[in-house]
């Protein structure tokens, strides 16, 4: 993964998962939720425990954006 496509990923808003090389998958549910420093080759994602994570962006399989959930009419 390029880290123009994880800026992109970010600048939707639309929440994702990141996968990685080694099977693991880190949610980003919110923009506030990862970090891209200046010029680094990887990205520090952050969990709701105060936790974070710094993946390589070379580790990076992909990612899989979230399902809007879809409201059904009442009735």
Known sequence: MTRTQLESAVASG???TLRMAD??????PHPDYIWL?????Y????E????FNVL?????TGLR???AASS???G
């Open 14 to 16: 639309i929440p994702f």
């Open 23 to 28: 099977g693991r998958e880190y949610a980003v």
């Open 37 to 41: 420093p200046p010029n680094a080759s």
């Open 43 to 46: 990205a520090i994602v952050h």
């Open 48 to 51: 709701d425990d105060g936790h």
């Open 56 to 60: 390589p962006l070379l580790t990076m």
């Open 65 to 67: 954006s979230k399902a």
């Open 72 to 74: 059904l009419p009442e």
